[in-house]
C-alpha cells in the first residue's frame, strides 16, 4: 500500500519534500556552528579577561613590595605616616599609571 503511494506523488511533491528536508538539515548545521563558534569565542574572552586580571593583580603585589615597603623602611627612622602610602585611591592610581590596560577594556577600580 505504501509503494502505491509514493508511486502516486508527484514529482514536485517529492522535489518539495527533499528540500524541505535539505533545509532544516542545513539549519539545523548552521546553528550548531554557531552555537559552537559562539562557546569557543567567550572562552576567549574569558581567558583574556582572567589573565588581565591575574596580570593586574601581581602587578599590585610587586608594586605594593617593592615601592611602598622600600618607602616605609626609608622613612622608618623619620616618621611612620606618609599620606602616599597609606592613600588606597594613590595606590590604585600609581598601579594604573604603570599597567595601563585599564583604560583599554573599562577595567577600573576605584
Do not use: C, P
Request: net charge neutral.
Amino acid at each position: 500500500m505504501a509503494t502505491e503511494q509514493l508511486k502516486s506523488w508527484k514529482l514536485s511533491t517529492i522535489t518539495n519534500i527533499i528540500l524541505l528536508l535539505l533545509y532544516l538539515i542545513g539549519s539545523a548545521t548552521l546553528i550548531l556552528m554557531v552555537n559552537i563558534s559562539t562557546k569557543q569565542q567567550a572562552l576567549v574572552n574569558a581567558e583574556r579577561y582572567a589573565a588581565l586580571i591575574l596580570d593586574r593583580n601581581v602587578i599590585t603585589h610587586a608594586y605594593f613590595n617593592n615601592i611602598l615597603k622600600t618607602s616605609l623602611y626609608e622613612q622608618s627612622s623619620e616618621t611612620l605616616l606618609d599620606s602616599d602610602w597609606m592613600s588606597s585611591t594613590f595606590a590604585i592610581n600609581s598601579v594604573a599609571k604603570d599597567y595601563n590596560l585599564f583604560t583599554e577594556g573599562g577595567i577600573f577600580y576605584k
